[in-house]
């Protein structure tokens, strides 16, 4: 094997996507992990059925730029650009390529190599989004307790005493919601539960739920079909359970919504439970995992931590949260140990 036969048995070896393309685009040479990359079983079955690369750009601008970048520079590095597959999936890559010249200075072709960062991508958009859903939850309560309070401050003695009272709840009802987020939060960011305090005292679960639906302005029934509500758990914890189920019903669910309390065995279910549609198998799971949200719905600006956290703070006091349908209700069932 001479030098140029040892020197293209290499580069077919390597691991990272390489290619050559004529000016106006076709593909003239490429690698085996260039067609693996684009998803093609082979570098032949690829060429055959590629024209040129611009069919494979998501955003033509994104080619426009590219070859606009490279005839004035003659080099491109780290471009990132988001390519087609014949499966009709997407992934983006980031290329790096130069122009190649002959004696005259005349651009004979391009060759370059492309490095698969969809991972990296999605990941850098999924914190931008998480970064502005936070900051959009965070907002709208300040904004309004802000609000209130500045109308209090300016113009107090305008306003009747029921008048005042009802503002300062409202005041207290807002900052309760970004509390509970910033709780959320703290919980979501500790990999190590153990890091994550609990306090376990018995509690009647009927007082909790009282105290959390005093700040709930929507109608929640509640029902009780045993003698003793009493838990062992930790009271603000059991809240915060609490908040994001019902808070998770009013986001997604139907128009009635109640919690029952029943027992089974040694442990105590309380069901937050709703009249919307059931959740399709497939997706049971994925609703409890970080970051992940209702599909189909007007609310998709939820930061998308109250379920995972909710278990996460169950499971921590030796009880769990399921969720099945019912009788025509969706409900999630938070089960506890019976004081």
Known sequence: ?????????????????????SMTGE????????????????????????????????DPAQRADWLQRIATEGVILDFDVQLSRPDGSTIWVRDSARAIRDEK????????????????????????????TV??????????MLGLGQELADHYDSFSDV????????????????????????????DNMSQVSVSIQELDVTKEIERVLEVVDYPVEVKVHQSSSLILADP???????????????????????????KAGDRLEIKVQDSGKPIPNADVERIFRAYERGR??????????????????????DGDLTYRHEDGWSEFVLSLPSA
Request: zero cysteines; a neutral charge.
């Open 1 to 21: 094997m001479n030098g140029f036969d040892e020197l293209n048995s290499f580069f077919r070896r390597m691991p990272v996507a390489f290619y050559r393309t």
């Open 27 to 58: 593909l003239i040479a490429a690698n085996p992990a260039l067609a693996g990359l684009l998803g093609y079983p082979s570098v032949d079955e690829m060429l055959a059925v590629l024209p040129t690369v611009e069919t494979i750009y998501m």
């Open 105 to 132: 200075g005349q651009v004979q072709y391009y060759e370059g190599s492309l490095v698969d960062v969809t991972d990296k991508f999605e990941a850098s958009r999924a914190k931008d989004d998480f970064i502005a």
């Open 135 to 144: 900051s959009h939850e965070l907002r709208n309560p300040l904004a309004a």
């Open 163 to 190: 008048e005042r009272r009802d503002m300062a709840n409202m005041i207290a009802r807002q900052a309760d919601d970004a509390s509970w987020l910033i709780e959320d939060l703290l919980v979501a960011y500790r």
């Open 236 to 262: 603000r914890r059991t809240r915060q359970i609490l908040r994001n189920l019902i808070s998770n019903a009013m986001r997604y669910g139907g128009d009635a919504i109640q919690v029952s309390l029943d």
């Open 296 to 317: 189909g719905t007007p609310h998709s600006g939820s930061v998308g931590l109250g379920l995972n956290v909710a278990r996460r703070l169950a499971r921590l006091m």
